[in-house]
């Protein structure tokens, strides 16, 4: 929540909180001073080492904020809890927003980091709560964390009669009842509206029929396969309302994004009003990207942690200094400075390291310092994390490594500097999370660490790609037969479907109806499609692959931690090395049955490396472009995998020990791809020899998966891929790129959208990069079960160049 506030142009998160920063009370020193400016702290963490590894820097102005005036139908009383609470006025896009929910009409605010997209939805949803004591409001968060911090930011307004409640996992039973009977503003996740509330709409009944909003905050967290869940999540609700004669008017708070009125309406299946421009203050930030640098060709990582503990999937021998580890030296060097920093990290296992080798160097440098860095990731205690962001806020805690837990959803904002630890995979998330520094409305510097990958290397020295372009559109496919039948599923056994429902679920629902028909699943009557069972549907809304897989420390029973099915057979295989809070495990046996791995602990000087088989045959082609010795194709596919060795190889050396052999089921998976095809003699005259093709198409196919996030909201552990110098069903050579999802999560889509563009990055990251004969920078891949063999950089650069010679533009 945040509008013009009393203590002048203070910064605020985009994502609901308790507004410490909208309080001239609640504004906290962080540290001993004044300390430097961005830019001179920039200058001089690049003078600590030999060479620039600072590609660009980017000057983002501060800007003035453009006040409105309160609503007119905003009662007294609400606007004198916003001004207790420090806000004096709305900032103009916050206005647009309220004023056309309030009219009725469903609206996404799509705006910047900080620019306080809570009040938006706050001054419709509480002015009709004011007025019609019977309204309802029901608010959605992608997580627990970021639903408690809009209930203390509701709360603290100290409305009569709003009674707002969290509605999750971890509420209790004897609350519930207390809930669903009298609070007017529940606040939940779509999980829980999935899991709970809709199954049990029956009790709801009171709540949804005088239900007057839906507010859905971060939906551009609702992407992929678990976007498309929560669309018919969202169509199941909105067909409950119905059967109660309720029509809510749905608000939607986004990141920036791409054409956020089309996502809005995918999502929500309505008419979607978007509010774009900014007009909330920003503070100035100074914007570097940082590329770590070359390293010896003996020297490895350059850090002195293994590589099973990095969390970067060192399975190849790196060319570049390890992100993680210049990440943790950039953060020492600030906390020395006295600067207030937070440093983003994709994994847990790196939050840690990052956190534990920046203490080691604060407290070589001086004893105790160390004291001021500490860890937050997912896994943690809600105390300790509270504690954590308490620390930080109030200068206890000078530096902080975490993972994207912190990107949303909790109240901690305004600080000095910004660490990113590779490029989290969309210009949302990227600007989301350099956003989280500058604390009222100062200076602030965002440092974004490229680690040795396609993507990065490419952004690194593309500045344009990040700073000139627009942010990602959101990628969601409810139409995908996978996600539409389960949720098929669910609304019948809520209540029987009728062809008007079929008609709600959009594309696709007639055809899936009558699929689960034919398995048994659900019996058509006159009156629509009864569900025939007793239990109800099992869905998995995050589509992780199955259920999750026990972690269980053999010699004492205790749980490690959980790994999601999908991932379970590379990292939980027999002989694989577990890394769990810096401690190495082994794995002894893997149970898919009982979904139980045991382990036992052990430091071996080794590390592990599972190699997979992948077959891929086409089923259909939904369209293609014909371009001459050239075919763009998207479609479906199956796709049958097998994980069927492990390599060990020394941790210090690279040195592959042995390979052994697993005995392992394999995996299907219907989805959809995107592939080309080229024709034998077009590569031929490229100066392709046919010898070379394989390692050609091979590197090709690795590039592309890395450089599709630049095009699409995903991570290349989102897709795979698979090439062949002649594929039985094209019969010419081939490069396939698919979701990693059953049915597609809508990436695969994207890239055939923007084939040209996306190739034409692919060609330029490749052709750029400075190795002679392919890196991890380049083509090589970190999950490439065939261990990089073959790869030919200079032949893709020719296979890339005939695609774009033929594929139009």
């Known amino acids: 929540m945040q509008g013009v506030t009393s203590n002048d142009f203070s910064s605020a998160r985009d994502t609901p909180r308790h507004d410490l920063e909208s309080s001239p009370a609640a504004t906290v020193s962080a540290g001993p001073g004044p300390g430097p400016t961005p830019a001179d702290l920039l200058r001089r963490l690049r003078a600590r080492g030999a060479g620039d590894p600072v590609t660009h820097v980017e000057r983002v102005p501060a800007r003035a904020g453009v006040p409105a005036p309160w609503p007119s139908w905003a009662p007294a009383e609400l606007r004198a809890a916003f001004a207790k609470r420090g806000v004096v006025a709305p900032w103009q896009h916050q206005a647009e927003a309220a004023n056309l929910a309030y009219e009725g009409q469903h609206v996404i605010v799509a705006t910047g980091t900080a620019s306080g997209k809570s009040l938006a939805y706050q001054m419709p949803a509480l002015a009709t709560l004011r007025a019609d004591p019977r309204a309802t409001v029901l608010y959605l968060a992608p997580t627990k964390a970021l639903a408690a911090d809009q209930l203390r930011a509701v709360a603290a307004l100290e409305l009569e009669g709003v009674r707002p409640a969290c509605y999750d996992g971890d509420t209790p039973r004897a609350e519930r009842e207390w809930i669903r009977r009298h609070s007017r503003f529940v606040l939940t996740n779509p999980d829980m509206l999935h899991h709970g509330i809709l199954p049990g709409h029956a009790q709801w009944s009171g709540f949804l029929r005088r239900l007057a909003y839906v507010v859905i905050d971060e939906c551009h967290t609702y992407r992929g396969v678990f976007g498309s869940h929560v669309a018919h ?157 308490r620390a930080l806020l109030h200068g206890d805690l000078l530096g902080l490594a975490s993972t994207n837990a912190l990107e949303l959803g909790v109240d901690l904002i305004g600080l000095d500097a910004v660490l990113i630890c590779g490029y989290p995979g969309t210009r949302a998330s990227l600007w989301q999370q350099a956003g989280r520094a500058g604390r009222s409305g100062q200076e602030a510097l965002a440092v974004l660490v490229a680690r040795d990958d396609p993507l990065d290397t490419y952004l690194v020295h593309h500045p344009e790609a990040i700073f000139g372009a627009p942010v990602e559109a959101t990628v969601l496919d409810p139409a995908n037969p996978y996600v539409l039948a389960p949720q098929l599923a669910c609304a019948a056994a809520e209540a029987p479907l009728t062809p008007a429902d079929l008609v709600l679920f959009g594309d696709g629902a007639k055809e899936a109806v009558d699929q689960l028909v034919a398995a048994g699943a659900l019996r058509q009557r006159p009156t629509g499609w009864y569900w025939r069972h007793r239990e109800r549907p099992e869905v998995d809304l995050r589509g992780e692959g199955g259920a999750p897989v026990c972690v269980v420390e053999s010699s004492t029973g205790r749980l490690l931690g959980t790994v999601d099915g999908g991932s379970s057979h590379f990292l939980l295989h027999p002989g694989a090395v577990y890394l769990h809070q810096g401690v190495s495990y082994v794995v002894d046996d893997l149970d898919l049955a009982d979904g139980c791995a045991l382990v036992h602990v052990e430091e071996p000087d080794w590390s592990t490396h599972a190699r997979d088989v992948t077959d891929l045959s086409v089923v259909s082609v939904r369209s293609y472009v014909d371009a001459g010795p050239v075919g763009m194709f998207l479609g479906e596919v199956d796709v049958t995998s097998q994980v069927v060795s492990y390599q060990r190889r020394r941790i210090a050396t690279g040195e592959v020990i042995d390979t052994r052999p697993l005995d392992l089921p394999a995996r299907e998976l219907r989805t959809v791809a995107v592939w080309f095809t080229l024709s034998p003699r077009s590569l031929t005259l490229a100066g392709v020899q046919p010898a070379d093709v394989p390692g050609a198409l091979h590197a090709a196919e690795h590039a592309a998966i890395g450089l599709l996030p630049l095009m699409a909201t995903c991570d290349r552990w989102d897709i795979g891929g698979l090439s062949t110098a002649v594929h039985p069903d094209t019969e010419a050579p081939t490069v396939f790129v698919y979701d990693g999802h059953p049915g597609g999560a809508g990436f695969a889509e994207r890239a055939y959208g923007t084939a040209s563009a996306w190739l034409r990055a692919t060609r330029d990251a490749i052709a750029e990069c400075g190795c002679e004969t392919g890196c991890p920078s380049c083509v090589q891949s970190p999950k490439c079960g065939n261990g990089n063999n073959p790869l030919s950089k200079p032949d893709a650069i020719r296979v890339l160049d005939v695609v774009l010679a033929n594929l139009p533009g």
Do not use: I, M
């Open 233 to 389: 999540v969202l169509r199941r609700l909105r067909r409950q309302c119905a059967r109660f004669g309720a029509t809510p008017v749905f608000v939607l708070a986004s990141a920036t994004s791409g054409d956020p009125a089309t996502a809005a309406g995918r999502l929500t299946g309505l008419p979607v009003t978007a509010v774009t421009e900014d007009a909330s203050p920003r503070g100035g930030v100074t914007f570097a990207l940082w590329e770590p640098p070359l390293l010896p060709p003996d020297t490895g990582s350059g850090s002195p942690v293994p590589p099973q503990a990095t969390g970067e999937h060192d399975d190849l021998h790196q060319v570049r200094r390890s992100a993680l580890r210049e990440t943790a030296d950039l953060l020492a060097d600030t906390v020395a400075e006295g600067v207030r920093t937070l440093a983003f990290v994709r994994s847990r296992k790196g939050a840690e390291v990052v956190a534990a080798n920046a203490r080691r160097s604060l407290d070589d440098a001086v004893p105790g310092l160390g004291d001021r860095v500490a860890a937050y990731r997912g896994g943690y205690l809600r105390e300790e994390r509270r504690e954590l962001e």
